[in-house]
């Protein structure tokens, strides 16, 4: 894993893969396809897991498959040590412990997730302070990528798209109301005070620092 890679996590892939996103988040970060990776098990999650059901439709979750055999899964592991020390942190899942990981040992990797709970868990540790610094500026949230795919293709192209999976995100269901898609001037507000808001409660340090287009 030398080269610069992109490790997504299963919420951030289904967002993305699910709305036809996918491709341009790769452009935008300037990450080659092949170096794209998702968690090993997350085919076997979109076909079988009701949580998935119950979020979203059939259509969005075939797309989601179809990505999963142009990216390829994470068969590699993070030292032991690591993976126990995020993993037996509260609000750290196996699957983002294991991402979070393998960024921390690989210079090179970036993370790219929906998991905010995962996040704000990992500022919230004295303990983890050692590694929030080893992932300094290497931390995507998927909210401010989509402000940044707004910047580039469109308001409304990308929010059609992220309407297609309405009610499977409280939060991405507020950011791309009818109101805030309305106006361009709207969403940017909206999506700047949930910025602020989240970014409160967490090191900010860890996240990816954006550059002006």
Known sequence: MAQRTLLIDSDAFLILAGTSLLRETLDLLEIKPTAARRLHALPFMVERSARIHDKYDLATRQKALEACEQVEGITERPSSETLDLLASTSGIDEGEALLLG??????????????????????????L?????????????????????????????????????????????????????????????????YSNDFVQKMNEEVLFIWTKE
């Open 102 to 127: 393998l960024a921390c040992e690989n210079e090179g990797a970036l993370v790219l997730t929906g998991d905010k709970k995962a996040i704000i868990a990992l500022s919230g540790e004295r303990r």
């Open 129 to 193: 302070n050692g590694l929030c610094e080893r992932l300094k500026g290497r931390v995507i949230m998927v909210e401010p990528l989509l402000g940044r795919l707004v910047d580039r293709h469109g308001l409304v192209r990308v929010g059609d798209r992220i309407r297609l999976i309405r009610g499977a995100n409280k939060a991405l269901d507020v950011l791309f109301s009818d109101a805030n898609c309305a106006k361009q001037d709207h969403f940017r507000e909206a999506m700047k005070s």
